[in-house]
Every structure is written in structure tokens, then in C-alpha cells.
């Protein structure tokens, strides 16, 4: 008998050896499968046209990203937020902060490399050849896998359970596709850094996430719309931990976070009045409430109250301030009292939402922050985030007409939507929770009333007394549906909350 034990154990140890490797081979082909598919639909994306294509005299973003290329690599660093003979910034300044325009140097000498003329000073302007199109394509493609797929992938692996799922998700949202690769920013950087920054939290590397945080708001300072989770969550650490290891650790992150930024922001902050320049430039207050018809509070009730005419930009700017400090509050104090990497997820949601909704200056393209805070809470998957991702990206259908990006957008859409429905279990069953059944009928109402909306505005012209009717009904539509979903998540997030605290203290 015990030969046949030690004869027979280590052949099982041999199969059990083999099945794990194969085990692992297949999730390692699934995930590699799934980075080739996203990049697939992101390059063919990018055959299609682009923001301010064939547009003069200002032509659009994908002209703003060339030309800030073309700043960065002929002009000192002291110019570059600087208005002056060599600098228009009128036409197209630097308006992101520092990393960014480091990001623009990195590939303006690259382009300088392959061809001078793409960036040449003044005489570049508004160049549209075949080459660059696909310099400038590649680069958002690089700066998305080596950023935007590597974060997605540490994020994914660093959880228990639908790993492979939630990478595929996050790689595949229509709306990082449509803005990067269609429409052309660089938003999979900062989006890249900040999903980075949640998974060092979840490793509980907390002095390394305030440096990617700080990384990934020193790219855009949009990410400001999630400081204040990664604040309270942080800060929530500090309090719950004992005295002495709360100071180190606060300090800790205070001196880490201080001396990251100074050394982004170095260059910049050495001389007061270029400072207050690169402020101005990425805190525009005189550049409107929203830019075009964005699906937020302030847009929607437009259609009923003329802000312009009965507030002043001072004044707006501090009903917006108190606004979306309000309603932030109840979250981030949850968070603060029950600092948990669940509840860390779900309070960044509603944090980066009600900063869309309510904050100043919002553009339509900034959905795509709070839409990454949603895919992070996939790895318990509900139809409430389901149905957020999917209104919006409806939102960004009047940007996507504009850039000539119809068909990708219908494409990406459904796309998503089928890869839902065949995933998870959204038809409606018998025997299921009223909740349940209504949250399946909300999901496939909302996906396909914004079909309907958006089929119907390239289908009919609007009125002439009206050419922005079509734009101004699907950002309501959505907005209706983003403040239902952002109420919802609040009173489920803070009731849950105190429902585990009332089962603690019991």
C-alpha cells in the first residue's frame, strides 16, 4: 500500500501541475485575445474621420494635440501657457496641465524624428497628411496599451472572481474608443493612471496610488472630479488606524503627495506669474457653464432658465462649487466613517457623477470619468452600471455626428449592448423580485429610447428656429437618466452603509 502511495502521488501532483499551467495558459490566451480585439476596434476606429477633419481655420482636437507638439518642441518651456508673438494662444493654447504638455514634448520629438514639417513652428498648422494621421493615431494607440490596457489588466487580476470579464469591459466601452481613437484626446492616459491609482489602493500601496493619482491629475484636471474619494477613503485609513501608525501614514502621504507634485510642477511654480498663467489656462471660468449641449443639470434646465442672462460667472461658479459640494457630501462622509475598498468604488462613482452633473465648465467628454469609476465597480456586475455605461455613450452620439463618426458609433454601441445581453441575465424571467424586473425594463428602455432618439436626428432635420433640437433632446434624455441613477446610487450606497453599521452595533 505504501509503495502505491508514493508511486501514485506524484503523478497526481504532475496532473493537477498540468491542469493548473493549462488553467493559466487559458486565462493568460483569453486576456491576450481580448487586448487584440480592443485593439482591433480602436484602430479601425481611427480609419474613420476626426475632430475639425478638413475644418479650417481652427480644425479641432486632433489639430490642438498636433499643434501643442508643435509648441512644446520649438518654444522654451517658459512660453508654452504663455501668450506671446510665437505662442497664439488663441489658437489652440496649451489648456491641460504640465504632464500632458511633457506627454506633447515626448511625441513632438518623435514626430520631429520622422518628419520636421508635421511640426514645424507656424507652418504646420493645419497640415491633414495621410502620414501624420497615422503618426498621431499610433501615438494615442501606444499611450492607450502602454497606460489605458496595462492598468485595466493589473486591475482585473488583482480581483477573485470575473477577471477576464471585467477586462474585457473595460477595454471594450464604446465611449474611451469613440473619444480617443475617433474623436482624438489622450484621455486613456489620465483614465490609465487613475484606474493605476484603485489598484494600488486595493494592494494597499496607498503612498504609491497618491503618486499616480498625482501623476493622472497633473495630466488632466478633470480628475479632480474623484479627489475626493481617494481623499476620504485615504484620510478614513488615517483615523481607523492606531494614533501614532494614522500620523505616519498622514504625513506620509502629505509629504508624498507634495513632493510629487512639485516635482511635476517644478518648472512652473519657480516664477509666480507663470504660474498664475497655467492656473488660468486650466481653470477657464470665462469660457462658458458647459461646453456645447453636455447631458448635465445646468445644460438640461437651460432649456427653462437663461443662466447667462440671470447670473453672473462669479456667482455661477459658486452655485456650482456649493452645489457639487453638496452633493458629494453624503458619500464622502460614508466613505470617511467606513473606509472600505468597496466602498471606495462606489463612493468615486458618485463623486466623479455629481462633479458631471453639477461642477462648472463641464464637457460632454468628461462622462468618460465617471464611466471609469462604473467599470470598476463591474466586479460585482449590476444593471445600474450597466445602464449608466450605456446612456453614456448615448450622450456622446451629437459630438460623434459632428466628427463623421455615425457608423462607428452604432457599431461600438451594439456592440457593447449584445456583449451585455450575452453575458448576463437581462431578460425577463418569472418569479424574479419587482426590483429586479424593474431595473431589466429600465436597462432596455433607456438603451433603446436613445436609439430611437439618436436614428431619429439623422433621420429628420429639426426646425430651423431649432437646428440644435435633436442635441438638446438626447443630452435631457440622458441627463434624466444620469440624475435618477446618481440618486439611486446614493441612498443604496449610504443606507446599506448604515444598515451594516446598526447590525454592528447590535
Not at 487584440?36 to 490642438?64: H, K, Q, V
Not at 518642441?73 to 508673438?85: A, G, K, M
Not at 486595493?202 to 488632466?220: E, Q, T
Request: proline fraction near 4%.
Amino acid at each position: 500500500m505504501s509503495k502505491k502511495f508514493k508511486i501514485t502521488r506524484p503523478h497526481a501532483q504532475v496532473k493537477r501541475r498540468k491542469a493548473n499551467e493549462t488553467g493559466k495558459v487559458s486565462t493568460t490566451l483569453k486576456f491576450f485575445l481580448a487586448a487584440l480585439t480592443a485593439i482591433c476596434f480602436r484602430w479601425s476606429t481611427g480609419f474613420g474621420t476626426y475632430s475639425g477633419f478638413n475644418n479650417p481655420p481652427m480644425y479641432g482636437d486632433f489639430e490642438a494635440q498636433r499643434h501643442w507638439m508643435e509648441i512644446t518642441v520649438n518654444l522654451p518651456l517658459s512660453e508654452w501657457y504663455i501668450h506671446t508673438n510665437r505662442n497664439d494662444l488663441m489658437y489652440w493654447g496649451l489648456d491641460y496641465p504640465p504632464l500632458t504638455a511633457y506627454h506633447s514634448f515626448l511625441f513632438g520629438k518623435l514626430a520631429q524624428y520622422f518628419n520636421a514639417s508635421w511640426v514645424e513652428l507656424h507652418k504646420s498648422r493645419g497640415f491633414e497628411g495621410t502620414d501624420l494621421k497615422l503618426f498621431m493615431r499610433s501615438t494615442v494607440l501606444i499611450s492607450d496599451v502602454l497606460v489605458f490596457f496595462t492598468s485595466c489588466y493589473a486591475y482585473s487580476k488583482s480581483l477573485p472572481s470575473h477577471m477576464y470579464l471585467l477586462f474585457l469591459f473595460m477595454l471594450l466601452y464604446p465611449g474611451n474608443i469613440l473619444i480617443d481613437h475617433g474623436h482624438f484626446q489622450f484621455n486613456c492616459v489620465s483614465l490609465g493612471l487613475y484606474i493605476g491609482t484603485c489598484t494600488l489602493l486595493h494592494w494597499n500601496y496607498d503612498i504609491a496610488a497618491a503618486v499616480f493619482f498625482v501623476f493622472s491629475l497633473s495630466f488632466k484636471q478633470m480628475e479632480l472630479y474623484h479627489a475626493p474619494a481617494i481623499f476620504c477613503y485615504l484620510l478614513g485609513k488615517c483615523l481607523y488606524s492606531p494614533l501614532k501608525k494614522g500620523l505616519i501614514k498622514f504625513f506620509s502621504l502629505a509629504f508624498v503627495v507634495c513632493f510629487t507634485f512639485g516635482l511635476i510642477w517644478y518648472p512652473f511654480i519657480t516664477d509666480i506669474e507663470q504660474f498664475r498663467a497655467v492656473i488660468s489656462r486650466i481653470f477657464p471660468f470665462n469660457r462658458g457653464l458647459y461646453e456645447d449641449k453636455v447631458a448635465n443639470i445646468w445644460c438640461s434646465l437651460s432649456v427653462f432658465i437663461k443662466w447667462k442672462e440671470i447670473v453672473s460667472i462669479q456667482n455661477m461658479v459658486c452655485i456650482c462649487a456649493a452645489c457639487t459640494l453638496i452633493s458629494i457630501l453624503p458619500g464622502c462622509i460614508t466613505l470617511l466613517t467606513n473606509p472600505t475598498a468597496e466602498n471606495f468604488n462606489r463612493c468615486s462613482l458618485i463623486s466623479s457623477l455629481s462633479f458631471f452633473l453639477f461642477s462648472y465648465h463641464v464637457h460632454e467628454k468628461s462622462i468618460l470619468i465617471p464611466a471609469v469609476s462604473a467599470l470598476l465597480t463591474l466586479k460585482s456586475p449590476t444593471l445600474t452600471v450597466f445602464t449608466f455605461l450605456l446612456t453614456s455613450t448615448i450622450s456622446l452620439f451629437p459630438l460623434c455626428v459632428k466628427d463623421g463618426l455615425t457608423v462607428a458609433f452604432f457599431s461600438l454601441t451594439f456592440m457593447f449592448y449584445c456583449l451585455i445581453v450575452g453575458t448576463f441575465e437581462t431578460s425577463l424571467r418569472k418569479n424574479e423580485s419587482i426590483f429586479e424586473f424593474l431595473w431589466k425594463i429600465l436597462f432596455h428602455a433607456s438603451f433603446w429610447g436613445g436609439m430611437i432618439l439618436c436614428f431619429t436626428s439623422i433621420c429628420f432635420e429639426p426646425p430651423d428656429k431649432y437646428p440644435h433640437l435633436f442635441s438638446l433632446l438626447i443630452s435631457v434624455y440622458c441627463c434624466m437618466f444620469f440624475t435618477f441613477i446618481w440618486l439611486y446610487l446614493n441612498v443604496a450606497f449610504v443606507f446599506s452603509n448604515l444598515q451594516k453599521f446598526k447590525v454592528k452595533t447590535n
